[in-house]
T-cell receptor, first 111, second 116 residues
Framework: GEDVEQSLFLSVREGDSSVINCTYT??????LYWYKQEPGAGLQLLTY?????DMKQDQRLTVLLNKKDKHLSLRIADTQTGDSAIYFC???????????FGKGTRLSVIA | EPEVTQTPSHQVTQMGQEVILRCVPI?????FYWYRQILGQKVEFLVS????????KSEIFDDQFSVERPDGSNFTLKIRSTKLEDSAMYFC??????????????FGQGTRLTVV
């Protein structure tokens, strides 16, 4: 079945860039997503990328997709303390089919 | 900003008891979902609901589980006879009528269910 893997922890200094990595197994994944979960809050969709794209940039966020290696990354430029959260990678076969999530990467930003 | 609201935030129940988790989706949304995350594990899809019926469900969603939209505003998940392994954070989500429902889905803050 489909599987999404990501490292569990990442610690960065304020002002540095953060890179959160994710790998997935389903070659039919069409959409790949990054969600953010702050303490006590729900999963918030940060960005998503369609599988025919290599890169998507949205302000401080850059998503890179290597479809050959089934590797997705999220880069946060100029990381702030407010970026401290759990970041979930997810994929779906289409824009309407159930999401398959990873375990989440806990990002800690050190001031 | 609109939000999905889940109650309670934490529910403790005894094994074998029935539990109902409640969600108030965003008012004009049409698609509703339940996901869960067992501690330390991945967020897993349970069920999707559209037009007053289940549109898709996972293997986890067995006969112990049911969903209902009892009054047009709430969306509930019922577990008939809870087991220890049902302990998890349960997330409700809702989405509008767009073509890419995943990209428009809003998630609630979750209900932590603890079965003792």
């Amino acid at each position: 079945g489909e599987d999404v893997e990501q490292s569990l922890f990442l610690s960065v200094r304020e002002g540095d860039s953060s890179v959160i990595n994710c790998t997935y197994t389903d070659s039919s994944s069409t959409y790949l997503y990054w969600y953010k979960q702050e303490p006590g809050a729900g999963l918030q969709l940060l960005t998503y990328i369609f599988s025919n794209m290599d890169m998507k940039q949205d302000q401080r966020l850059t998503v890179l997709l290597n479809k050959k290696d089934k590797h997705l990354s999220l880069r946060i430029a100029d990381t702030q303390t407010g970026d401290s959260a759990i970041y979930f990678c997810a994929e779906s076969a289409s824009g309407n089919t159930p999401l398959v999530f990873g375990k989440g990467t806990r990002l800690s930003v050190i001031a | 900003e609109p939000e999905v609201t889940q109650t309670p935030s934490h529910q403790v129940t005894q094994m074998g008891q029935e539990v109902i988790l409640r969600c108030v989706p965003i008012s004009n949304h049409l698609y509703f979902y339940w996901y869960r995350q067992i501690l330390g594990q991945k967020v897993e899809f349970l069920v999707s609901f559209y037009n007053n019926e289940i549109s898709e469900k996972s293997e986890i969603f067995d006969d112990q589980f049911s969903v209902e939209r009892p009054d047009g505003s709430n969306f509930t998940l019922k577990i008939r006879s809870t087991k220890l392994e049902d302990s998890a954070m349960y997330f409700c989500a809702s989405s509008g009528r767009g073509r890419l429902t995943n990209t428009e889905a809003f998630f609630g803050q979750g209900t932590r269910l603890t079965v003792v």
